[in-house]
C-alpha cells in the first residue's frame, strides 16, 4: 500500500508558477512511475506529466510541454510539479498518482494505481 500527499497548490495569477510536491509513504516507494493528473470542473481528469523510477523517462501532455517539469528525489520519496507560465485553463485540482510501469507513458495511458487527494490550483486571468 502506498499513501501519497499533494501539497504546493494555490492561486496565482496568469503567467506565475507554482511547484507541486507529492510525499509517498507506505509501502517501498521503488519502482514505481509517479505522474500528475488534473481535472477540472465539468471534466474528466486528465494525464499532465509523469516520470520513471529512475527519473530516465518523463512524458508530458502537450498542455504541459515546454511550461512544466516533473521530477522526483527517491531519497525523499518526494515527486514534483513545477509550474510554469501557468494559464487560466490549467485551473483545476491536481492529483498525484503512482503505479508501476516500464515507461512514463505507460502511467498516462492505464492511470494511477494508487491516487493522492488532490491538491487545488488557480489560475486568474
Known amino acids: 500500500q502506498v499513501q501519497l500527499v499533494e501539497s504546493g497548490g494555490g492561486s496565482v495569477q496568469a503567467g506565475g508558477s507554482l511547484r507541486l510536491s507529492c510525499a509517498a509513504s507506505g509501502s517501498t516507494f521503488s519502482g514505481y512511475t509517479m505522474g500528475w493528473f488534473r481535472q477540472a470542473p465539468g471534466k474528466e481528469r486528465e494525464f499532465v506529466a509523469a516520470i520513471t523510477w529512475s527519473g530516465g523517462n518523463t512524458y508530458y501532455a502537450d498542455s504541459a510541454k515546454g511550461r512544466f517539469t516533473i521530477s522526483r528525489d527517491n531519497a525523499k520519496n518526494t515527486v514534483y510539479l513545477q509550474m510554469n507560465d501557468l494559464k487560466p485553463e490549467d485551473t483545476a485540482v491536481y492529483y498525484c498518482?503512482?503505479?508501476?510501469?516500464?515507461?512514463?507513458?505507460?502511467?498516462?495511458?492505464?492511470?494511477?494505481?494508487?491516487w493522492g487527494q488532490g491538491t487545488q490550483v488557480t489560475v486568474s486571468s
Open positions: 498518482a503512482a503505479r508501476r510501469t516500464s515507461t512514463a507513458q505507460g502511467l498516462g495511458v492505464m492511470g494511477g494505481y494508487y
